[in-house]
């Protein structure tokens, strides 16, 4: 009887990296968020904007959605997958993975 080779995935080019360098995965991927204060938002990573409106901003970032909830929210920019966010930040929250739907 013949033995069954066990294939082990391969690390893709991003797990390798982030091994290597000894940093989180997620910023070899471009995929990054910073907050100044509770009023500003830089997401770096964006492939897609959801949803726009005053109170709740999703995008797709990764392969994730990324949820903003507040008041006045507003992009100042958007620009090569960068999007700055202004207004009054209540929530940030990671929704979903690879394959999510769109809101309506």
């Known amino acids: 009887m013949k033995k069954k080779k066990i294939r082990h995935e391969r690390p893709t080019l991003p797990e390798l990296l ?7 995965a ?3 991927t471009g995929m990054s968020l910073e907050m100044r204060g509770r009023s500003e938002l830089l997401i770096c990573g964006c492939r897609e904007i ?3 409106c005053p109170e709740r901003i999703s995008i797709l970032q990764s392969g ?3 949820l903003i909830e507040g008041r006045r929210l507003a992009m100042s ?3 090569d997958g960068r999007i700055s966010i202004s207004g009054e930040i209540d929530r940030i929250d ?6 999510v739907e769109k809101e309506k």
């Open 94 to 99: 990671y929704c979903g993975g690879e394959g």
């Open 77 to 79: 920019s958007y620009s």
């Open 26 to 28: 997620d910023l070899t």
């Open 50 to 52: 959801l949803c726009y």
């Open 64 to 66: 994730y959605c990324v």
């Open 18 to 24: 982030s091994k290597l360098a000894d940093i989180p």
